[in-house]
């Protein structure tokens, strides 16, 4: 899975802010340019959010359209290091501690407990909550998705969302 960042620039006011894939795609739910608890597939995801972030008015000035630039990694306009799951900052301090890490403490403590870090995840069956678990997959354990539907449905699948 491709890690997409989103620079948002305002022509009008020069107001700038960097939004992971998730806070893009909660900006464009609040927007109502995406519906809100519908699973959108990544790849049409990556498709549409260049596209309709200019449509969204600017939080500062709330001017439109906004100038969107495309990034594979933050590391070209930050030194911040961000969060896989929900495109925070990672704390420096959690760095100086930990210099390989990933998440920011909130969505790694989530995923240690179990719990799905980021936007709700839906069995492709039956639509059920799914959350993180771990499978014997080739004499290996792998974190895996797994249905919370406890009346049949044991859907589980490997990998993202």
């Not at 960042?5 to 900006?27: K, M, Q």
């Not at 961000?82 to 990672?90: E, F, H, K, T, Y």
């Amino acid at each position: 899975m491709a890690i997409f960042f989103y620079r948002l620039h305002c022509r009008h006011c020069g107001h700038t802010e960097i939004l992971s894939r998730h806070e893009a795609e909660r900006r464009l739910q609040a927007h109502k340019k995406l519906r809100a608890g519908v699973q959108t597939d990544e790849a049409l995801l990556d498709e549409l959010v260049p596209n309709l972030l200019p449509q969204t008015p600017c939080r500062q000035c709330g001017t439109v359209p906004l100038q969107v630039t495309v990034q594979h990694d933050v590391g070209d306009w930050s030194e911040q290091k961000r969060c896989l799951a929900c495109g925070s900052v990672i704390p420096p301090a959690r760095l100086a501690v930990f210099p390989d890490a990933e998440m920011c403490t909130s969505c790694q403590s989530a995923v240690e407990k179990g719990e799905t870090p980021g936007p709700p995840v839906f069995c492709r069956r039956c639509g059920s909550p799914m959350r993180i678990g771990t499978r014997q997959i080739g004499g290996r354990t792998r974190y895996v998705w797994i249905c919370t539907n406890e009346t049949g449905c044991s859907y589980w699948c490997e990998g993202t969302r």
